[in-house]
Each structure stands twice: as C-alpha cells, then as structure tokens.
C-alpha cells in the first residue's frame, strides 16, 4: 500500500502550499492542534445541542434518542464551562511548556498524497483506539483511579455532545497527549496529524450525541467496526462493556463488547 500510496495524484499540493506559505502561523504553533480540536469539539457538538433543546420541533429525532432523559441548559453550560477551564487551566500551560521545550521544525514542503493521508490518519485512529482502550480498562478496574480520574466523565448515565468533554484535567491532558503524540510516532505529516484530530474529535463527540443517527457513521462503515453512539452510549449505562471509544475490534476480541439495546433503561438517573 505504501508504494501506491506515494504515486497517487498530489491533489493536495496546492492546499498544503497556501497552508504552509500563507498560514505559517499555523503550521508552526503548538497552539494550532489545541484550537482546532476545541473548535471542532464546540463545532460538532453545537448542532446536537440544538436538537436536543428543539427535539420535540425536529422531525426523527425523538425517535432516534436512546434514552429518554434529555438535557437542559444547565448541564450544557457545567460541561461546556468545565471543557473551557480545562483548556485554560491546564491545557494552555502544556501548550506552552511544549513550545517552549521542543521548538517546531520547519514544515516539509511536499504535501501527502491522499492515499497516505487516509492510511496515516487510520493508523493513528486505531493507535489511539488502543491507547485508550487500556487506559480506559484500568481506570475501571482499579476503584481508586476510578474515582480520582475517570469518574467525572461518568457523571452522566444519558451522554449528550458537550458531556464528550465533561473530563478531569487528567483525563483530558492523557488524551491530548496521545492525540500529539501518536501522529509523531507514527511519522505522518502535519496535515494527515491535523485531518486525526479532527477525525478523533468527531467520533467522541458522535459517540457522545445520544441519537442512533441513520446517518451515524456506525451504521455507513461496514462491518459494525465502529461502536458509535449505540455502543457508547451503553458504556454509560454499563460501565464493564464497549471501552474503545472508536472501532469495535478490541472488545470483541477481549470479551467487553455489548450490543444489546434491547435493555437501554427507560431514562437515566439525572
Ligand atoms: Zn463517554
Ligand atoms: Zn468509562
């Protein structure tokens, strides 16, 4: 693959020169990936907000919610309000000991072919998918990591888009470790690191929507790779089953997958 990879048609050549010459901000600053993932994170997660203040106004959507309990206002505004301090209490600070630490190197100047851009961000989602899969069987195995770490993204049975960020600073800081650090070990270029983030972004937040969306991406990838909303909306419920947050591999193959919506409760706790 690697070889057809590299003599596909450079179609975003043009693209990465206007990014590379123009944007050179961007491609430079450690900041960069933190702002795109926030803006995608309030991005993706703003539209199903709406549909779930408007559900009743909004042909299909009642009946594509799981769980019957929906959140107002004020749970939106306690994540949301958590996801920005995070991010300036603690992520800011990373950002800055990063670039401060390790200086960036000049971009390259040739673009990916799209063949490795898709196959660079594949790999590092199934890295990624991976790394968390792990660390998301220990914090619930281990009661004391648990309640110190990972309980906090727990705190809803019913997930909604801007709970994909109700995170501990932990949490948060391991998972924008991985999420720089992965596309790097992995070599891929910046633009293929960039299209991750966002690719990562969008599938945590579509995990978190509450809807089994016809068009969820679960349903249009073949196979039943990917858990989406159904299975980790069950991981909410459930705590013991369907720990990847993306590809549904790693909990068939270790026993901890669970698909049986038939017993999603009739609304949740809150
Ligand atoms: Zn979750
Ligand atoms: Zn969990």
Redesign the pocket.
Known sequence: MGHNCTVSPPVLQPLWDHVRLQQRWAVQSPAFPVLLSLSGYLAFSLPFAAADLLALRLPGFPGWKMQRWRPGPRPMARCLGRALCNHLLFVLPAVGLKGWWDPSAPPPAAAPTLCQLLAGVLSCLLVFDLQYYIW?VV??RDRRLYRAV?AT??RYTAPFSWATQQLGPWELLTVGFWSSTTPLLLKVHPLTSWVFMVSSVWLSVEDHIGYDLPWGLHRLVPGGLLGGAPAHDL?HQD?NTN?APFFTHLDRAFGTAYSDHTHLRPGSLQ
């Open positions: 998301h914090h619930h990972h993204h727990h991981h705590p720990f």
